[in-house]
């Protein structure tokens, strides 16, 4: 079992900054994926970012390109979203995934490991 927790949240001015953390504990696998997914209200879960572990190869949502960083700290088993130039409309509960495979995807229904998630609110 791999249990993700997020942390790091919170209110911000847009065009501000935050930076998500996630941290994975449990079992580990050859090959995996870490992603970042997010949820407005009304809306549906939206794939936002994704790392793979082992490469460090990164994929986002084109409405994020440019603005979010996703990363990793192999040592601490921890995975990064810098979130800068933030807007309204990135407002929503973000939420931590785990993909065990080889295979990259945006998904969610592909990620088998979830946190509880973490809410960003970015005020006009």
């Known amino acids: 079992q791999v249990q993700p927790v997020e942390s790091g949240g919170g209110l911000v001015q847009a065009g501000g900054s935050l930076r998500l953390s996630c941290a994975a504990s449990?079992?580990?696998?050859?090959?995996?994926?870490m992603g970042w997914f997010r949820q407005a209200p009304g809306k549906e879960r939206e794939f936002v970012a994704a790392?793979?572990?082992?490469?460090?190869?990164?994929y986002y949502a084109d409405s994020v390109k440019g603005r979010f960083t996703i990363s990793r700290d192999n040592a601490k088993n921890t995975v990064y979203l810098q979130m800068n130039s933030l807007k309204p409309e990135d407002t929503a509960v973000y939420y931590c995934?785990?993909?065990?495979?080889?295979?990259?995807?945006?998904?969610?229904?592909?990620?088998?490991?979830w946190g509880q998630g973490t809410q960003v609110t970015v005020s006009s």
């Open positions: 449990g079992r580990t696998f050859s090959s995996y994926y």
């Open positions: 790392i793979r572990w082992s490469t460090g190869s990164t």
């Open positions: 995934a785990v993909r065990p495979g080889v295979v990259p995807s945006t998904g969610g229904t592909e990620y088998r490991y």
